[in-house]
Structures are given as structure tokens and as C-alpha cells.
Nanobody, 126 residues
Framework: VQLQASGGGLVQAGGSLRLSCAAS????????VGWFRQAPGKEREFVAA???????YYADSVKGRFTVSRDSGKNTMYLQMNSLKPEDTAVYYC?????????????????????WGQGTLVTVSS
């Protein structure tokens, strides 16, 4: 499986961006996918995930501002980011967990994921 993340850029605080993650195959019907981010000098952290069933989960820091979704027909996952803050500045990665029907708690940890996209930089200016 190959994942290609895109959509990052520079935006002012309060603005919006939509990230995309294109998968090389049809994985959403069986596998969970997620978004993580890594700010300079910090560890990679969980942002959002979507299970094979379509249920979603978010980190507390982005709940109510970010929305994860997918388009199975296009083999693409999205992260809509609204009300962006300077602390959202990071490289954002998409990832796929190849354990079939993984539970949400597993999708919150980096070690559960088997494939990662290359990352896309989001910079939020104050």
C-alpha cells in the first residue's frame, strides 16, 4: 500500500485547510486509517482516525475543529481543518493499519500502523 498526502500550506490563524491522502488500493472497507502530526522537536501525535466501519475518533486538541472523512470510490481520505491555531503547525502524516477491523483504541497509536505517507507541512501563522 502506498499513501500520498497533500494539501498542506501556509494559512493564517482562524483559517482552514483540507488535507488529502490517496491510497494505492481499496483499503477502507477492511482497514483503519488515521492522521498524525509532528511538530519540530516533538513526538508524532495522534490527530484523527476512521475505522473500516466509518466511525471516527479525534484527539481532544482538535475535536470540534477537524473532521476526518473518506471517499472509498476515490481511495482517498481527507482531513478538513477549521479554526486553525499556531499550535497546529506540524508535518501531517496519513497512515494505514493493515490489521483487519482494528478497534479505535489501536488506531490512536503510531505503532499500530503499517504504512505511512510522506507527510505534508501545515504552517499556521498568528
Amino acid at each position: 500500500v502506498q499513501l500520498q498526502a497533500s494539501g498542506g500550506g501556509l494559512v493564517q490563524a482562524g483559517g482552514s485547510l483540507r488535507l488529502s491522502c490517496a491510497a494505492s488500493g481499496q483499503i477502507f472497507s477492511r482497514y483503519g486509517v488515521g492522521w498524525f502530526r509532528q511538530a519540530p522537536g516533538k513526538e508524532r501525535e495522534f490527530v484523527a482516525a476512521i475505522r473500516y466501519s466509518g466511525s471516527t475518533y479525534y484527539a481532544d486538541s482538535v475535536k470540534g475543529r477537524f473532521t476526518v472523512s473518506r471517499d472509498s470510490g476515490k481511495n482517498t481520505m481527507y482531513l478538513q481543518m477549521n479554526s486553525l491555531k499556531p499550535e497546529d503547525t506540524a508535518v501531517y502524516y496519513c497512515a494505514a493499519d493493515m490489521m483487519p477491523y482494528a478497534i479505535l483504541s489501536a488506531l490512536m497509536t503510531t505503532t499500530s500502523y503499517d504504512y505511512w505517507g510522506q507527510g505534508t507541512l501545515v504552517t499556521v501563522s498568528s
